[in-house]
T-cell receptor, first 114, second 113 residues
């Protein structure tokens, strides 16, 4: 158990809908990262937050947004969902924002868009 | 359990043998590299890392080698055990103001008992 929690574990929804994925980092970690893992694209970095502020952006679509709250939990919002958004979404956390900080991954949320 | 189901390169080894998993990375500016292990139904788990100013780093039963000339990374697992069966990803951190982590496609390791 990495100490990172993600809810829900599974999510099934329809095209055009909007969903929110939630992540609670390890106790004491200030950075949260979101990743998408799909069959055709592999693991892709989406976005990083550190202590409530956006720190780095990867291949995140404009339909997707994230935020980190004062209690350090983070939410990833996915809107106007398409079939291709079906994937595993992982959250990771680290103590700081340095690229050398070890990232601890949560168990993931499996999103299925029908 | 759940699995990613990617059509990944596969390495099959006998229990007790050594495993070598290779990875080509993409960016000459990457200064930090990590190997992750992902078991079915779980998130990636850190195994070992190496900074770009090193060419070798050893952990418990694992060794990472970095060849910056050809942008190649390898993970060696000594005395491979059934519990080592998983998908292994290399990752590189690229500085972008902050940084972003780029993952390789992954290699599936099967350990035969």
């Amino acid at each position: 158990d990495s100490g990172v929690t993600q809810t829900p574990k599974h999510l099934i929804t329809a095209t055009g809908q909007r969903v929110t994925l939630r992540c609670s980092p390890r106790s004491g970690d200030l950075s949260v990262y979101w990743y998408q893992q799909s069959l055709d694209q592999g693991l892709q970095f989406l976005i990083q937050y550190y202590n409530g502020e956006e720190r780095a952006k990867g291949n995140i679509l404009e339909r997707f947004s994230a935020q980190q709250f004062p209690d350090l939990h983070s939410e990833l919002n996915l809107s106007s969902l398409e079939l291709g958004d079906s994937a595993l979404y992982f959250c990771a956390s680290s103590v700081g924002f340095s690229s050398y900080n070890e990232q601890f991954f949560g168990p993931g949320t499996r999103l299925t868009v029908l | 359990g759940e699995s990613v189901g990617l059509h990944l390169p596969t390495l099959s080894v006998q229990e007790g043998d050594n495993s070598i998993i290779n990875c080509a990375y993409s960016n000459s500016a990457s200064d930090y590299f990590i190997w992750y292990k992902q078991e079915s139904g779980k998130g990636p788990q850190f195994i070992i890392d190496i900074r770009s100013n090193m060419d070798k780093r050893q952990g418990q039963r694992v060794t990472v080698l970095l060849n910056k000339t050809v942008k190649h990374l390898s993970l060696q697992i000594a005395a491979t055990q059934p519990g080592d069966s998983a998908v292994y990803f290399c990752a590189e951190n690229i500085r972008t103001g902050g940084f972003k982590t780029i993952f390789g496609a992954g290699t599936r390791l099967f350990v035969k008992a």
